[in-house]
């Protein structure tokens, strides 16, 4: 399977980016890249294949997800790159897809992890300034 990381931010040195089914690396400096994963609970993936224009993509049980989402997670870090789980609640995915008007599929899952990601960081960031 090939894959793909596309850039969407940059505050703060950070390099947000999309991970999908297709990935080209890229060449910057790996401790500047983010990578936003998705990752759905058991009571959540269901709901997502539901309403997923792909969902003939996803795989046919959350166990089976749960195991190449595992494996994709331990090869992007084992390549030094920082990956971060972003947990996908059903109900706020599609409130985020309608309000930018795109499908529900795997690009745009991808890009929700990676927004919900800058915003968590941007907070952290916030927080560690104040204390």
């Known amino acids: 399977m090939n894959r793909r990381l ?3 931010a940059r505050p703060e040195g950070r390099r947000y980016v999309l ?3 297709v990935m080209k690396y890229s060449n910057e400096p790996k401790e500047e890249t983010v990578v936003a ?17 792909d969902a003939d993509e ?16 331990k090869q992007l870090r084992s390549s030094g790159l920082r ?10 995915l ?9 499908e529900n599929n795997g690009q745009a899952r991808a890009q929700y992890a990676a927004e919900r990601l800058s915003e968590l960081d941007q907070k952290r960031s916030i927080i560690q300034r104040r204390t």
């Open 6 to 8: 596309r850039e969407i």
């Open 19 to 21: 991970y999908s089914a």
């Open 37 to 53: 994963i998705v990752w759905y609970r058991p009571e959540q993936w269901r709901r997502v294949r539901d309403i997923a224009t």
């Open 58 to 73: 996803l795989e046919a049980s959350y166990a089976e997800w749960l195991q190449v989402a595992a494996e994709k997670l």
């Open 83 to 92: 990956v971060e789980k972003v947990d996908v609640d059903s109900e706020e």
């Open 94 to 102: 599609i409130l985020w897809c309608n309000e930018r008007g795109l």
